[in-house]
């Protein structure tokens, strides 16, 4: 695949970048706090030329991809809820030319072309909130999990040029992410209320490499994230925001005790 120069990309005003706790795929089709607020900063958005997604869903080692195709299928990478989650559709077009920008950017970091992915429930169950026509062209850039976390955000630094073509991007994963810590009738954990709060005073400082610089065997982290690729989604989110960049926290709370739903704009 050939890539595409991000310069030769029309410029536009810069696009606020967005960090989305996405929880369970279920507030894809049903009504909640968190899927009516995300429905709300969707239309008071300005319309993005296209829509990057950093997901939690799209794990890969030793390379970061990036989805070219034209028309990217709707992944349902989850098991046990009903049927008409399984058979919810979200089909926006891709943005072959983007993706080749972005490739473009990002040739220093070891970064490939992918035609197999698609759109993950992370991207698809967020966006048809957001963006419910599905007229808005999307694609994925996937999460080298042998990175450190630093590089992490040292690779998003090199999508900031995006945001000034037009491009929205949007991490989507936890601020707090611990699955077997799920219970019912529970607001949230003290230990995920701790981190949860750590996460926004550094976000609302706007001191974002300390959060870069998180050590995942450090206790609360541990428990907070078992497996740290919810976490990233965010250095991502921070590493593409300007030095001028103003945090907004537009949802807040818990799911099940141990799923913090904490979602942020940077603009």
């Not at 795929?25 to 009504?31: F, Q, V």
């Not at 990002?106 to 169950?125: F, I, N, T, V, Y």
């Not at 419910?132 to 996937?142: F, G, R």
Request: overall charge negative.
């Amino acid at each position: 695949m050939t890539q595409l120069d991000a310069h030769l990309l029309t410029p536009t005003p810069a696009m606020p970048v967005l960090f989305i706790g996405h929880g369970s795929p279920m507030h894809a089709i049903e009504e909640s706090a968190f899927s009516r607020a995300w429905g709300e900063i969707g239309a008071a958005l300005p319309h993005p030329n296209a829509i990057l997604v950093i997901s939690a869903h799209w794990m890969t080692r030793g390379v970061s991809l990036v989805h070219i195709g034209g028309k990217p299928r709707t992944i349902h990478d989850f098991g046990g809820f009903p049927r008409a989650l399984h058979e919810a559709q979200y089909p926006a077009p891709g943005a072959p030319d983007f993706a080749a920008a972005t490739l473009d950017l990002l040739q220093h970091h070891h970064a490939e072309p992918d035609m197999e992915w698609g759109l993950d429930h992370g991207a698809w169950c967020v966006l048809l909130r957001m963006f419910p026509k599905a007229d808005v062209p999307v694609y994925q850039l996937s999460i080298d999990l042998s990175r450190p976390l630093k590089d992490h955000m040292a690779l998003a630094k090199e999508l900031r040029a995006l945001r000034s073509k037009g491009v929205l991007i949007v991490g989507s994963g936890n601020a707090v992410h611990n699955l077997p810590a799920m219970r019912y009738g529970i607001d949230a954990f003290d230990w995920a209320r701790e981190f949860d709060t750590k996460i926004a005073t550094a976000i609302t400082n706007r001191d974002y490499t300390a959060l870069a610089e998180i050590n995942p065997r450090d206790p609360l982290t541990r428990i907070a994230h078992p497996t740290i690729e919810h976490f990233l989604p965010l250095l991502y989110t921070l590493g593409a925001a300007s030095e001028t960049d103003q945090p907004t926290f537009f949802t807040e709370g818990f799911d099940l005790g141990s799923i913090s739903m904490r979602s942020v704009m940077l603009a």
